[in-house]
């Protein structure tokens, strides 16, 4: 899973695997260390879940964003590329199918 950061705006890309698991688990995750300590660590997870609504939630260093499982489900598998959602503070939410490039 790729994480792009810019602004106000966060998007994760997934490969179609990826997608499969996330889907079949409920979970993918990832992380970053951030320097030389063990506990230097930043990690972020997408979750699925069974309510109606995302939500966002940030814990000493790991970042969970919860995503409807009605939502994941519908974009998963559609052809619709991208999965939006605008927190109520502003920050807009991406989740991306990252799909291998078409050659000419």
Same mark, same amino acid.
Request: aromatic share 8%.
């Given at each position: 899973? =790729?994480?792009?950061?810019? #602004?106000?705006?966060?998007?994760?890309?997934?490969? !179609? !695997?990826?997608?499969?698991?996330?889907?079949?688990? /409920?979970?993918?995750?990832? #992380?970053?260390?951030? /320097? !030389?300590?063990?506990?230097?660590? @930043?990690?972020?997870?997408?979750?699925?879940?069974?309510a109606a609504?995302?939500?966002?939630?940030v814990e000493? /260093?790991?970042?969970?964003?919860?995503?409807?499982?009605? $939502? $994941?489900?519908?974009? $998963?598998?559609?052809?619709?590329?991208?999965?939006?959602?605008?927190?109520? @503070? /502003?920050?807009?939410?991406?989740?991306? =199918?990252?799909?291998?490039?078409?050659?000419?």
């Open positions: 899973m =790729k994480l792009r950061i810019f #602004g106000s705006s966060v998007r994760f890309r997934m490969r !179609p !695997p990826e997608v499969a698991v996330w889907l079949e688990s /409920g979970t993918v995750s990832d #992380g970053v260390r951030i /320097g !030389p300590r063990d506990g230097d660590r @930043w990690s972020y997870r997408l979750e699925v879940t069974p609504d995302w939500s966002i939630a000493s /260093g790991h970042w969970v964003v919860s995503v409807p499982q009605s $939502a $994941a489900r519908a974009w $998963a598998d559609s052809d619709l590329v991208s999965l939006d959602h605008l927190t109520p @503070w /502003g920050t807009r939410i991406t989740i991306e =199918k990252d799909l291998p490039r078409r050659t000419r």
